[in-house]
């Protein structure tokens, strides 16, 4: 305790405790060993640190009355499940999921044809893929803000990216990256790099983590030295892979520019090794700089190559084809050892790398690295105005747009306020500024952070959530498998005030917040969006055309149309239903039991599913989403004649 009251009067300048694990291959042992630590140091907040306990009058602005409203919307990545989470804030109540890549079974996600045609099928009309590991999701911009069109998600394991409509809260499509693997980074851009007038989201950017044999088709299996890694680009609008680029190292996250006119990702293992101990062998890695008109103009130009089926245009940016800055697509801006995070400040100005192996944030101004790429710049690394300790485990910073910067600390378990333009004053040379304002310690292992509006030109510093990795000992025990800890933290002063925990389902990553007035959602689909929609129930019934059998229904409280439908045993039914209810939450279900499906109908929405009548009998077709006084007698008959 008094040696870490010590160090507290330190901070400023350096890092006390922290500074013995100052080297990084120190710290990377740590980093190895922080994970099986049952009990990190927790001990009461000492001077230099915000209390841990929530003020009274802070801690009530996440207690909302009965029937009040959240005042921000967060999207969070759903982690294993596949799905995005949307959460009211300051509340932290989760309030909905949105699936995406893996089958949902309150929505019939992955079992109705229309979320098949979403997801992929193989040829016999399978789903491709259950799985899904999805990291980060961020919205479209249009003036540095939220407009509210769409959000995408990654799914590392098959490297899918999933666009969600925000209108209706639903994804609309999912496309797979061609030769990449580990699909981690994913940012859309903010602006056109050339055309002004498009001041709107227009792409999305993808850095891959896992290099491979390119193509990766059993050549080049014992060649590491050929792996690769790329950095994709794909079409906001008609989610198709526009280009990539061939890069050296891994791409970890990404970060876009208010300006449109750069793209980031910072990079790990430029050694290019494939075992564990070759990543980090070298000092210094890079933040990879992504000059976005010329590398358009390259594949404009037809200075691209593709890999094996893919047509994707691929141009080249290693760093040895890249050294020409009058040429160069990619600039390789030096940062410490196995970064982690790069993150965009609100006021346009800098990317923020965090140093994970190394205790420091690395400052990278950006209209130095266009001066470079304009060849006013002699010296790359010149483009980095500030390196300094904040912490061991700097992983993710966010901002209040008061000039602050919030990063967590892995292994330190606390988020760290600092100031940026006192970082920059001290790494000039002022040892007297005192960048370091505000330490908290978080419960426990913090990752991923974000505030409100953070990753806008409207960040407006109210709160910060922090994704706590590990809870411990923060909730009632359920076993083994803990849940993680979603923290929210009062910003709006000169200390973090800590006001809540909350527990959620493994693990979510990353999410963005913003303000509840940048959506307008709909409530009511438009019939008109679905082109197998029964818009009258007088339509409905069986129809047969040899073995295929179509079966039309509408729903309408308390009953579907049809009070009974017959097919014969070895049909192939495909099922359409219509929800006619026009009103509000009026939802309704579809289960056939011994069938296995289950579906809901939202107000004016359409779904269709198709199986084998292969089992004769009676069998009830009910409603599963409660609707009306009569839910349980909203029945109707399927009967299979053998
Ligand atoms: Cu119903």
């Excluded at 694990?21 to 740590?30: C, D, E, P, S, V």
């Excluded at 982690?340 to 690295?369: M, Q, R, W």
Aim: net charge negative.
């Amino acid at each position: 305790m008094s040696q870490k009251k010590d160090d507290m009067s330190t901070e400023a300048v350096g890092l006390g405790r922290r500074r013995f694990l100052n080297t990084a291959a120190l710290t990377g042992l740590t980093l190895g060993v922080a994970a099986c630590n049952d009990k990190p140091e927790t001990a009461p907040a000492a001077s230099g640190t915000s209390a841990a306990a929530p003020a009274a009058h802070a801690s009530s602005a996440t207690h909302l009355k009965p029937g009040e409203l959240d005042t921000y919307y967060g999207i969070w990545s759903g982690g294993h499940t596949g799905d995005m989470r949307i959460l009211g804030l300051p509340s932290g109540r989760e309030i909905h999921r949105i699936p995406c890549f893996v089958p949902d079974a309150l929505v019939g996600w992955g079992l109705t044809n229309e979320s098949k045609a979403v997801m992929g099928t193989k040829p016999d009309g399978s789903l491709r893929y259950t799985v899904a590991d999805t990291h980060h999701t961020h919205a479209s911009y249009k003036d540095g803000n939220y407009d509210g069109r769409y959000a995408w998600i990654n799914d590392k394991i098959n490297s899918r990216i999933a666009r969600v409509r925000l209108d209706y809260f639903v994804c609309d499509k999912i496309t797979e990256l061609p030769n990449v693997q580990g699909f981690h980074g994913i940012f859309p851009d903010k602006a056109d790099p050339v055309d002004p007038a498009i001041n709107y989201t227009t792409r999305v950017f993808c850095g891959a983590e896992f290099a491979i044999p390119l193509p990766n088709n059993g050549g080049d299996i014992n060649n590491p030295e050929k792996y690769r890694s790329m950095f994709t680009c794909v079409d906001a609008e008609s989610m198709e892979v526009r280009w990539q680029v061939l890069i050296d190292g891994n791409c970890d996250l990404t970060a876009t520019s208010y300006d449109g006119k750069l793209a980031a990702t910072n990079q790990y293992n430029i050694e290019n090794g494939v075992h564990y101990e070759d990543m980090m062998s070298s000092e210094r890695d890079a933040c990879l700089f992504f000059n976005i008109a010329r590398i358009e103009e390259a594949v404009k130009a037809g200075k691209f190559t593709t890999v094996g089926t893919s047509k994707v245009p691929v141009v080249d940016g290693t760093r040895e084809n890249n050294k020409d800055p009058k040429t160069a697509l990619v600039a390789y801006v030096s940062v410490p050892k196995n970064p982690h995070g790069v993150n965009a400040s609100p006021d346009a100005k800098y990317f923020i790398c965090a140093g994970k192996l190394s205790p420091t944030a690395t400052v990278i101004e950006l209209s130095k690295v266009l001066d470079w790429f304009d060849g006013k710049l002699a010296e790359l690394d010149k483009a980095i105005v500030a390196e300094v300790e904040i912490g061991l485990g700097p992983l993710h910073t966010a901002f209040d747009g008061r000039g602050n910067a919030y990063t967590t600390l892995f292994l330190d378990s606390q988020v760290v306020k600092w100031n940026v333009d006192a970082a920059i004053k001290f790494h000039a040379g002022d040892k007297s500024a005192k960048y370091v304002v505000d330490r908290l310690d978080v419960h426990y292992q913090p990752g991923h952070i974000n505030a409100s509006q953070s990753e806008t030109r409207m960040a407006d510093g109210k709160y910060l959530a922090v994704g706590c990795k590990f809870s411990k000992d923060r909730f009632l025990p359920v076993g083994p498998l803990h849940p993680e800890n979603e923290q929210i933290i009062d910003i709006s002063g000169d200390k973090m005030v800590l006001l809540a925990d909350h527990p959620v389902r493994g693990e979510p990553h990353d999410f963005i917040i913003f303000k509840r007035d940048l959506l307008k959602p709909k409530q009511v689909y438009d019939i008109n969006d679905f082109p197998l929609a029964i818009k009258d129930s007088k339509e409905s019934g069986v129809t047969r055309n040899g073995k295929k059998v179509m079966v039309k229904i509408t729903s309408q409280a308390p009953a579907f149309s049809l009070r009974e439908f017959t097919v014969k045993k070895g049909d192939e039914v495909t099922l359409i239903l219509t929800n006619l209810d026009k009103i509000e939450d009026l939802t309704h279900g579809f289960a056939i039991p011994k069938y296995n499906v289950n579906f809901i109908v939202n107000p004016l929405e359409t779904k269709s599913v198709t199986f084998i009548a292969d089992q004769p009998g009676v069998f009830w077709c009910y409603c599963t989403h409660f609707c009306h006084a009569l839910h349980l007698e909203m029945r109707t008959r399927m009967i299979v004649e053998a």
